[in-house]
């Protein structure tokens, strides 16, 4: 698996116009976190950052992270756990990295493709994609990118689940294995569902007709 570089530097813990300054100058508050690291306050370039998230899948991408705090220069192995983002504007207000010991295993989401085109579809049937990601449990070096799907074989009424997946050496599912990945439906089963959520907007609109009526 490919690994990603990032820069960081150390920081100080300041106040929320310390953190705004910070991020007037297009860096990304972030922690580093992990039991060899301890809580470690870092700070990253908004712009390098984004560009990962945008090209990599962060649940499950391993990032070299080169820390330089004063003279001193260190590298961890790391994923990120998590991003927060302004809900408008969608700039990056912080980030999460977690250290990754090679030897231990690690519990991440792993993105599902699916593959194939339905055989049903010919016939009318309608796919619906449940479930995007799969929760595993594998060492680092063992992570997969993406898992695949194949759906080819579907058809109308048919599904796809965890338990149907074949897990990659060294990877275990954490998720159900009953958990439904996809499905193809019958044309008349999506109809009827579009009329049922028809009916109950207008079971809706018209109870709050009835009441503006008792409210006059």
Same mark, same amino acid.
């Given at each position: 698996m490919e690994n990603i570089n990032l820069s960081a530097q150390g920081r100080e813990r300041g106040t929320k116009g310390d953190v705004r300054t910070l991020r007037c100058q297009g860096m990304v508050p972030a922690v580093l976190y992990g039991k060899e690291v301890g809580n470690v306050l870092l700070q990253v370039s908004a712009k390098e950052l984004d560009t990962i998230i945008t090209n990599h899948s962060i649940g499950n991408t /391993?990032?070299?992270l080169d820390v330089a705090n004063g003279d001193e220069q260190e590298t961890y192995l790391v994923?990120?756990?998590e991003v927060q983002r302004e809900p408008v504007r969608r700039e990056l207000l912080h980030a999460d990295f977690f250290q990754v010991v090679l030897t231990e295993q690690i519990i991440t989401e792993i993105p599902i493709v /699916? *593959?194939? $085109?339905?055989?049903g579809i010919k016939d009318g049937g309608i796919l619906q994609h449940m479930l995007r990601s799969v929760t595993v449990s594998c060492l680092p070096t063992q992570m997969p990118e993406r898992l695949e799907a194949d759906i080819s074989s579907l058809e109308i009424g048919d599904q796809i689940s965890v338990g149907d997946l074949e897990a990659p050496e060294g990877v275990e599912f *954490?998720? $159900?294995p009953d958990s439904v990945i996809a499905l193809l439906l019958a044309p008349q089963m999506e109809e009827e569902e579009e009329e049922e959520t028809e009916e109950g907007i207008d079971t809706e609109d018209e109870a709050a007709e009835d009441q503006e009526e008792q409210e006059e």
């Open positions: /391993l990032i070299n994923m990120c756990r /699916l *593959v194939g $085109e339905p055989a *954490v998720s $159900e």
